[in-house]
Each structure stands twice: as C-alpha cells, then as structure tokens.
C-alpha cells in the first residue's frame, strides 16, 4: 500500500466520498479565506504587547513575531484537529477573542499582557481537562440557547464597529451622540481604506476565493504606491519607520532581517505565571471571560459549520465533539506559551467545506499551506493598517449570520439575544454582552410563563453575575468590568 492510499484510508476518503483533489481544493479554500490572520492577528495584539515591550524592540520587529506566533500556534492546533479529529476545520487566534485580549484586558483593565498569556493559558489547560473527561459537551447544554446562537453575530457588530473606526468612517462625536459619520474625504489614508472596502466587498459578493486577501494586499499596494511617488505622503500611507529602514538598509537587507525569534514573548508569559498572585481576583475573572468568550465561539462555529457538512445527527448534536474540541484547547495552551491570544476554530472552514471538504486531510492542508507562510513573515511590517482593518469589517459582516438561528418571533429569545447582539459593541465588551444575553433568559422565561424551562445551572450562572458585577461595581468607588 502507497503513501497516497495509506492517507486516502486513514482519513476514510470512501465513506465520506471525497479524493486528493477535492481535499486539497478545500483546503487550500479555506487557508485563503482565513490568511488575513496572519496579518490582522499582529496588528491587533500589538498594541497590547507595546505597552510594555521586549527590550531593544521596536513595533515592526514585535509584528513579525506576533506573525510567526500566529502561524505557530495555528499549526498546532490544526494538527490536532487533522490527525485526531479528522475534521476539515481550520483553526487560529480568534478573531474577537484577540480584540477582548489588546483592547480590553490589556489596554482596559491594564492587566499586563504577560498575565493575559498566563491567563490564556490557565484556559487552554481548564478546556483540556473537561474536553478529556467529556465535560464541554455538558457546559455547552448549560448555556441559553437564544445567548449562544446570537454570540458570534454580537461579535461581528463589535468586530464591524472597531474597523470602521479605524478606518476612520466611523468617528467621535463631542456632543449629544457619542460616534458620526466621518468625513473621510479630508483623510486620504481613510479614502484608500473606503475603496479597498469597496472592492473588497464587491469581490466576496462576487464569490471571489481569497476576497479579503486580495482586498488587504491590494489597498496595500496603492497605499506604498501613494507613499513613494507622491511627495509628503510617506509616512501617511506607509507603517511608521518603514520607509526610512528601507532607504538605509535596503529593500534585500529589510526582508532577509527578519524577526523569526519569539523566545521574547515566551519569556513573557513565563513572567506573567509568576505575577498571579499579584491580583489573583482579577486573574480569575479574566481568565473566566476568556473560558466563556472560547467556549461559545468554538461551539458556535462548530456546530454552524458541521450543519453545512451534514455531520449532524438527527438531534442537531455533532458526534464526537469532543475531539475538535481537543484541537483548539491544545492549540490555545501551545498558543499561550509561544505569545497569542485564545486559538478556536474558523467559521471560514465553511468555504472549504462548501468545496467538499469532509476529512481531516482538508485541515491537513489548511496546516501546511500556514507553515509555508512562514516565508513570508518579512512582508507582514509593510502592511499598513488601514488595509489589514478591512478584514475587521468583512468578518463581522460574515458572522452576523447567527441572527438567522434566532427565533426573534419568541421573547424568550429575542430578547437575551438582542441584548447579546447589542451590548457587546455599545460596551466594547464581549464578556458585558455575555452577561446581558445571560442574566435576561431566565427573567424573560419566568415572564413569559416558561420558568420551568431555565435549569439550575442557568439560574446559577446568572446569580453568579449579578455577584460579579455587584462586586466590581463597589470596588474602589467605581464600576471596573471587562
């Protein structure tokens, strides 16, 4: 028996009805539609690693380890879910998940990012643990059904707001209401944004593989061509420094300098294990939120994607989820260790799903194609922002497809999934629109006659909440959440 048919055996080919060809389409679809990590994953947790950054180094050299990290800790736990699970999902730091780990624990509460990694990682081992015991399918039955559907959709919208804030579309206003409409015509940088949106969208409407790729790569390209021919414009189109290094060093020189060593960020989340103790109560919290945020995201995509597979039994349940679940607690413990926020699985395996994906061996190449990007590490510094925040937008139009499994009909969830959907951006919190979604399902059921339905557990987690932020509210004076 030949290598190819050893494969073709292993991952069942014939039961599931698929070859070499249609694997390998699928998952090459999928790499394509979720290489934006590579790019919007560093630029992201960037900010966060800068507020105290390794020593000697700048904002480019913490990009291209943050790039390697991604693509690392994407590997491990794609490998898991290829060689044990055998399911063709892809995996990486979650989109959403990173944003709550910079922008809130770290740029908001000012927990250091090295107790953020430990925090991560502390969350990993917990989904190890109940994934190994068989406990996560038991959590997931917990949680309300109408919170968990809207979920991925209250992402999108926070996902969506951010970039177009970014991007400058979406701006500050100083009185009455607090965003407008921003006059992007008198920012250039903004303009180049608009247009790569534009055709970004146009090109994903379109069914373009690769849409949100060729969207970041192409406003890239028309940003450096603004930034070298047009005079005074270098450094508002080109990333800070970017320009200079490459005048004094060379363009040869800049590419083969590449910041391949992330033994830094290691030290990091070594350093934050040892500051635990500092503020154990928040450590708790945090890690909490970063355990219920996971754990929904992975679920919902799981079961979203599985649906458009047909691997569901006739209960709506997927058989043996706890081995794709194993996948992405493996791949956040490993994740954590190296630098990264929170690894799940990928709504965009959808795409190579719709191909005919149906086996491991699609996340196989999914896996492969991550490591191959390794190559291109020296290229991720000379993307500017306002290309990568165009995937931010993208994504959170994707995934506001949740409120489709909504039955907005019935108050007992539209309400808790409306608050779900609605306060996780007006907050800029994932975990407050968690807690909105959670602490209305059990009042809006006894209102509505169906109290009967909300389980111990449920009323327990909401009493659990309301002590939360009852505690937090008193603390020192004032109102501190996620």
Known sequence: MGVADSLADYFDFEACDTDFRTETLAGATTFLAMAYI???????????????????????????MLAVVTILASVAGIAVMALYAKRPFGLAPGMGLNA?????????????????????????????????????????????????????????????????????????????????LGNFFLDPTA?????????????????????????????????????????????????????????????????????????????????????????????????????????????????????????????????????????????????????????????????????????GFTALVVGLLFLLSLAVVPLISLLPLYATYIALVIVGIIMLQGVADVNWNDPAWAIPAALTITVMPLTASIANGLAAGILSYPLVNVAVGRGREVTPGQWLLALALVGYYVLFFLADGGFVAF
Do not use: H
Request: proline residues 5%; without cysteine.
């Open 38 to 64: 590579i790019v919007v994953n560093p630029v992201i947790l960037t900010p966060a690693i800068m507020t105290d950054p390794p020593a000697g180094m700048g904002e480019a050299q913490v990009l291209q």
């Open 100 to 180: 709550f780990f910079a922008f809130t624990v770290v740029l908001g509460l000012g927990v250091p990012w090295q107790v953020a990694l430990a925090a991560v990682f502390v969350e990993g081992i917990l989904f190890i643990i109940l994934s190994a015991v068989g406990a996560r399918r038991y959590v997931i039955e917990l949680f309300p059904e109408p919170v968990k559907f809207a979920v991925g959709a209250g992402i999108g919208v926070f996902l969506l707001f951010l970039g177009l804030q970014e991007m400058g579309v979406i701006v500050e206003y100083p009185d009455g209401t607090l965003v407008q």
């Open 191 to 359: 303009i180049v944004a608009v247009a790569g949106l534009a055709l970004t969208l146009f090109l994903y409407a379109r069914g373009v593989t690769g849409s949100i790729v060729i969207g970041i790569l192409s406003t890239a390209v028309v940003g450096w061509l603004i930034a070298l021919f047009v005079p005074g414009q270098q450094t508002t189109f080109a990333p800070p420094n970017t320009v200079g290094v490459i005048q004094d060093v060379g363009f040869v020189a800049f590419l083969t300098d590449v910041q391949y060593n992330f033994l830094p960020l290691v030290e990091g989340f070594v350093q934050g294990l040892g500051q635990i103790a500092d503020e154990p109560l928040v450590f708790l919290l945090v890690v909490f939120t970063f355990f219920v945020v996971d754990f929904f995201d992975t679920a919902g995509t799981l079961i979203g994607v599985s649906g458009i597979a047909g691997f569901l039994d006739e209960d709506g349940d997927l058989p043996e989820m706890d081995k794709p679940l194993m996948a992405d607690a493996i791949g956040t413990t490993v994740g954590a260790m190296m630098g990264t926020s929170t690894v799940t699985t990928y709504i965009e395996s959808s795409t190579g799903v719709e191909e005919g994906g149906r086996t």
